[in-house]
């Protein structure tokens, strides 16, 4: 198997990091057959988190022998100008359009932390589901299951994480995960956990082969990331949702932001709009 090239990529903001990491995620789509070690670092405010963050992105420039890619929101000059003179990529996505806004409109921009997402209720709702997310990712906190707008079962390494924060940064929706381990595969009835929150339930599945791929990149060699231990795993969880009439994708040859479409597509919630 061709060894898939890997690239470490630093999301930069003295804000949330929603802006760069969006922005960011949108470019990296664009090369897929790339894999990206991504670290967001945010409320980077100071000089002397500035300089912090340039020591780790040299220390990880020379460690991997590769410079990093580097998508920065910074909103005042002297911290971008302090940033850019790390050994990276430095993407900087304020300075690149708002100097050339500033001379079209013969206006100086304010230079305000935090004006990418306006204030208000749209904005808190989609820092408040982040957070859910992030509190409620791989089965964790399982008690607060009933706060959830859906919650993703599938697979190690079938895409629920990042499909989880898609809908809160996107749609705002209170999305937690549950990994289906071997444990629960003993029987095709749902983990008793779950079934009170049925309704609220949505299923990845995902080639064996392609599973196989991303797990040998995590635990090499292992059981864990075995072809025989994946397709057991797989064939077992699509029973599963087979057995409980939940509704289901195959994610192999999807984004995503493809998937959360179909999610949404097939669900159709209420009270959900695009950010």
């Given at each position: 198997m061709e060894k898939q090239q890997s690239r470490v990529v630093f999301f930069v903001s003295d804000g949330t990091g929603i802006t760069a990491n969006t922005f960011g995620q949108s470019l990296l789509t664009q090369f897929d057959t790339l894999h990206f070690e991504q670290i967001l670092l945010s409320r980077i405010d100071t000089e002397e988190k500035v300089q912090a963050v340039v020591r780790q992105i040299?220390?990880?420039?020379?460690?991997?022998?590769q410079r990093p890619i580097v998508f920065a929101?910074?909103?005042?000059n002297r911290m971008r100008h302090l940033l850019s003179t790390s050994n990276s990529l430095f993407l900087d996505l304020f300075g690149k359009f708002i100097e050339p806004l500033e001379l079209e409109l013969q206006t100086k921009s304010s230079h305000a932390k935090g004006k990418a997402?306006?204030?208000?209720t749209p904005y808190n709702q989609r820092i408040e589901a982040m957070n859910f997310a992030l509190e409620h990712d791989d089965g964790v906190n399982i008690k607060h299951y009933e706060k959830a707008d859906i919650i993703l079962v599938g697979a190690s390494r079938s895409g629920k994480t990042p499909?989880?924060?898609?809908?809160?940064?996107?749609f705002g929706m209170?999305?937690?995960?549950?990994?289906?381990?071997?444990?629960?595969?003993e029987t095709l009835d749902l983990p008793a956990i779950l079934k009170p929150f049925k309704s609220k339930l949505f299923g990845l599945?995902?080639?064996?082969?392609?599973l196989q791929e991303i797990r040998q990149k995590r635990r090499p060699d292992s059981r864990y990331a075995s072809i025989q231990q994946c397709q057991f795993e797989v064939q077992r969880i699509e029973a599963i949702y087979r057995q409980a009439h939940l509704p289901y994708v195959n994610t192999t040859a999807m984004s995503v932001e493809e998937i959360a479409t179909f999610i949404l597509q097939t669900l159709k919630p209420k009270?959900?709009?695009?950010f």
């Open positions: 040299n220390e990880t420039a020379q460690h991997y022998g929101t910074l909103t005042e997402h306006g204030v208000g499909t989880c924060v898609y809908l809160a940064m996107h209170a999305a937690a995960n549950y990994p289906l381990t071997e444990d629960d595969l599945t995902i080639q064996a082969e392609r009270n959900i709009r695009a």
